[in-house]
């Protein structure tokens, strides 16, 4: 499929995802989010895509934000509109996909740009990158999830001391908050995402898919997380992986999962 504000790369069996404008800082509009509404429902539903690295092009930005020229004029009903859409078809789609999502964030991750890397499962910077939800300047608050798992990912101060203040944070301040886990040198960040993605994808597939769910599912609210682990890990007892991952350990070998 082609896309207009997306490069799609394939690696064996990891998928790159760019945010390709970087003349306009990789900022998220309309056909944007919409691409990538498309292009992650395409790379979670095929089979040879075992997980995804999403970043943005350049040097300068992961995405500086959204396109803030499509908000002039809305009213109340198209702002809550536009954040539901939003969230739904992107940010908690990658949130809940079931396979690893990580973002290297390349440069600037603000506003949305933020609550993307946010929605994906493992954030990865770049010493150079930038982070904040300058929202408030304009008038708003995050509308896509940013005020919910910026909390959930670094505490409620220091959450809350961010989206009021607007400030910025370095990477270094974002991995000693936990907003991040990883901070390389500009050259490294991508060699190291796939290094990190790639020892994730030697594990059981459907295991995968079912500690994400379980580990979503503690910040799901009427949900709860310890139910959904029992349940999946239950499950996990039904599949070949589990019986694969069982002969490999006593016989010593390496095991060969399938996904099955």
């Known amino acids: ?10 690696k064996e069996r990891i998928q790159y995802i760019i945010i390709n404008r970087e003349s306009k800082l990789n900022a998220l509009n309309k056909d944007t989010l919409a691409e990538l509404h498309t292009a992650f429902t395409a790379a979670f539903n095929n089979p040879a895509v075992g997980g995804i690295i999403i970043t943005g092009a350049g040097t300068k930005a992961f995405v500086a934000g959204a396109d803030i020229s499509e908000f002039a004029g809305l009213d109340v009903k198209e702002g809550r509109a536009l954040a539901l859409k939003g969230q739904i078809n992107v940010f908690d789609l990658i949130a809940n996909g079931k396979k690893p999502v990580i973002a290297a964030i390349n440069g600037f991750a603000l506003g949305g740009g933020l609550e993307l890397a946010m929605a994906c499962h493992i954030r990865v910077a770049s010493e150079t990158a930038k982070m904040g939800l300058p929202e408030v300047t304009l008038g708003l608050i995050p509308g896509y999830g940013g005020t919910q798992r910026l909390a959930q990912l670094i505490g409620k101060g220091k959450a809350l001391e961010m989206i009021l203040t607007a400030d910025m944070i370095t990477a270094v301040e974002a991995h000693q908050y936990g907003l991040v886990t990883h901070v390389f040198c500009p050259e490294d960040l991508l060699p190291k995402a796939e290094e ?6 030697l594990r059981a597939p459907l295991a995968l898919a079912a500690a994400i769910h379980s580990v979503n599912a503690g910040f799901n609210d009427g949900t709860n997380g310890y139910e959904t682990e029992i349940e999946e890990f239950g499950k996990c007892f039904g599949t070949r992986d589990f019986q694969e991952g069982v002969d490999a350990f006593l016989a010593k070998r390496k095991a060969e999962f399938k996904g099955e």
Do not use: A, P, V
Request: net charge negative; glycine share 0%; proline share 0%.
């Open 196 to 201: 990190l993605l790639q020892k994730i994808l």
């Open 1 to 10: 499929m082609e896309f207009q504000n997306l490069t799609i790369e394939n």
